[in-house]
């Protein structure tokens, strides 16, 4: 089974730099994605990690550690556009079958001015 | 390209009703994918496909069904609609990444 653990809710500042954790526990892994998620609308992807180390795309990087099952997400130079939900997800190597993600319940992020 | 598209946006049921959620994509993918999102709980995986004719259950697929007989079309389907059946179901198809169709808000009272 899999098990993703992301804090529930964070608030931070216009301008500012926040740090998104997610971790995770998988019988096998192929992949941690990040998607944002704005109030009644559908995920969109950012970020996807496969090997150890930093991802930057941007305002947005993402970190990986696949020996401590850890990955963080981090914004820079906050913009209040940013206020959503972060979902962490993980995608499987199973032993047999096809993989499919399994997602995180999301930290929902508050940027204030 | 439309990406993936869902109908209906809303829809209310009574208990026992039944009904299709439609589910397309312009992309040529063979993945897809029906998730239900319920408020705080994060996305479910209900059913998948690999491919046209091949579908798999996921985390939660009681109280639905799917087919998949194009490579473009994924109905959901719910045959005896329930109250833990109210949520936000979205459909996914995946060439590199997952790509969310807008989603199908849904009430069972």
């Known amino acids: 089974g899999q098990n993703i653990d992301q804090p529930t809710e964070m608030t931070a500042t216009e301008g500012a730099i926040v740090q998104i954790n997610c971790t995770y526990q998988t019988s096998g892994f192929n992949g941690l994605f990040w998607y944002q998620q704005h109030a009644g609308e559908a995920p969109t992807f950012l970020s996807y990690n496969v090997l150890d180390g930093l991802e930057e795309k941007g305002r947005f990087s993402s970190f990986l550690s696949r020996s401590k099952g850890y990955s963080y997400l981090l914004l820079k130079e906050l913009q209040m556009k940013d206020s959503a939900s972060y979902l962490c997800?993980?995608?499987?190597?199973?032993?047999?079958?096809?993989?499919?993600?399994?997602f995180g319940k999301g930290t929902m992020l508050l940027v204030s001015p | 390209n439309a990406g993936v598209t869902q109908t209906p946006k809303f829809r209310i049921l009574k208990i026992g009703q039944s009904m299709t959620l439609q589910c397309a994509q312009d992309?040529?993918?063979?993945?897809m994918y029906w998730y239900r999102q319920d408020p705080g709980m994060g996305l479910k995986l209900i059913y998948y496909s690999v491919g046209a004719g091949i579908t798999d259950k996921g985390e939660v697929p009681n109280g639905y069904n799917v087919s998949r007989s194009t490579t473009e079309d994924f109905p959901l389907r719910l045959e005896l609609a329930a109250p833990s059946q109210t949520s936000v179901y979205f459909c996914?198809?995946?060439?590199?990444?997952?790509?969310f169709g807008p989603g199908t808000r849904l009430t069972v009272t």
């Open positions: 996914a198809s995946k060439g590199e990444r997952q790509y």
């Open positions: 997800a993980v995608r499987a190597a199973p032993n047999s079958g096809y993989s499919t993600l399994t």
């Open positions: 992309m040529n993918h063979n993945y």
